[in-house]
Nanobody, 124 residues
Framework: QVQLVESGGGLVQTGGSLRLSCAAS????????MGWFRRTPGKEREFVAR????????YYADSVKGRFTISRDNAKNTVYLQMNSLKAEDTAVYYC?????????????????WGRGTQVTVSS
């Protein structure tokens, strides 16, 4: 069982940066792969990035590749999403999610645990 809490969202101008954090309370955090997803009202949940349980491999959606970086610190039970060169279309609620370490997927329905999300708003 893993409980996830996102933080770091806010309002930023186009071209700016934000760093999101996702803190996990479960004692087996290091055994889970982690993903970031985002959702805008009226749209389906969209894959953003994922990282393996050890942090040795990452994968990104084409829409954020080169601008976003996912990382994790297993000693702190935390996963991060560094977002640079933000665009208006990045505006969304961002969620972190956990999945079994042996599963590498971009499909939201396959993730076991979810946070409540944090709002990111990019102006103009």
């Amino acid at each position: 069982q893993v409980q996830l809490v996102e933080s770091g969202g806010g309002l930023v101008q186009t071209g700016g940066s934000l760093r999101l954090s996702c803190a996990a309370s479960g004692r087996t955090f290091s055994s889970y792969a982690m993903g970031w997803f985002r959702r805008t009202p009226g749209k389906e949940r969209e894959f953003v990035a994922r990282i393996t349980s050890s942090g040795d491999s990452t994968y990104y959606a084409d829409s954020v590749k080169g601008r976003f970086t996912i990382s994790r610190d297993n000693a702190k039970n935390t996963v991060y999403l560094q977002m640079n060169s933000l665009k208006a279309e990045d505006t969304a609620v961002y969620y972190c999610a956990a999945v079994r370490s042996g599963v590498l997927t971009t499909i939201s329905q396959m993730y076991h645990y979810w946070g409540r999300g944090t709002q990111v708003t990019v102006s103009s």
